[in-house]
């Protein structure tokens, strides 16, 4: 009976002990939290990592009027914008005119553990009569990822095709570092070819560059609506 008494005792000993303003304060925080929580999970989108392709000493392809690096970043800052007002979460590999080196750039990626990598480049050819978009994906590795990386890369190139008019130079198999080392679905669209006269033009065009990441986005959009 003592120890009935005792355990009483000190029960009504913690129920009356005066939480200090600061736990209350923590316990209004711990349920806010849940509550941010519960609802971050029920509409978080996506998130992405768009790769800038090359930058600083690491030019790209160019011309004396173009760099690849910068029509590289350009894209990439657009397809972020329309990317976030369509509630998508975004990860750059690089933000600047800066080198980040490949496999860097597959590690930010990875550690991010994001759903999608999208790695931006434009073309170049010794012909100039070169022209056109393709989009890259890794086919080797497991099959859910090279099915999942192909069908990114059939919806972007769709996109960018009916959104831009540029020919198609199709979807194609490629083992390129960003997207063989990542563990996400993974692609790399090659927007244009900077050493065709006529092409290069449209590309140094903003309106252009605009119309282009917003046929990715476009193209991004209908991957995650067909079911992830
Ligand atoms: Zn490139």
Redesign the pocket.
């Known amino acids: 009976m003592w120890m009935m008494r005792l355990f009483f005792l000190l029960l009504m000993t913690a129920c009356s002990s005066q939480a200090s303003p600061a736990d209350k304060q923590c316990a209004y925080k711990g349920k806010g939290k849940q509550k941010q929580q519960k609802q971050h999970l029920s509409v978080a989108k996506p998130q992405i990592v768009i790769d800038p392709?090359?930058g600083g000493f690491d030019l790209?392809?160019h011309s004396r009027v173009c760099e690849?690096k910068e029509v590289?970043l350009k894209t990439a800052e657009r397809v972020k914008k329309h990317l976030l007002q369509r509630g998508y979460r975004v990860i750059m590999t690089r933000t600047r005119d800066e080198f980040v080196p490949l496999k860097k750039r597959a590690q930010i990626a990875n550690l991010s553990q994001s759903q999608l990598l999208v790695s931006i480049?434009?073309n170049a050819a010794k012909s100039e009569e070169a022209s056109g978009a393709e989009v890259f994906y890794y086919d080797h590795g497991e099959s859910w990822r090279v099915q999942k990386s192909k069908q990114a890369a059939q919806l972007v190139l769709s996109n960018i095709i009916s959104n831009t008019g540029t020919n198609s130079r199709g979807v194609k198999g490629g083992n390129f570092c960003v997207i063989r080392e990542t563990k996400m679905p993974s692609i790399l669209v090659e927007g244009g070819f900077l050493t065709n006269p006529a092409e290069r033009t449209k590309l140094c065009d903003s309106k252009y560059i605009d119309k282009l990441a917003l046929a990715v986005v476009e193209g991004i959009d209908q991957y995650f609506k067909k079911g992830q």
């Open positions: 392709g090359h790209g392809a690849e590289c480049h434009y």
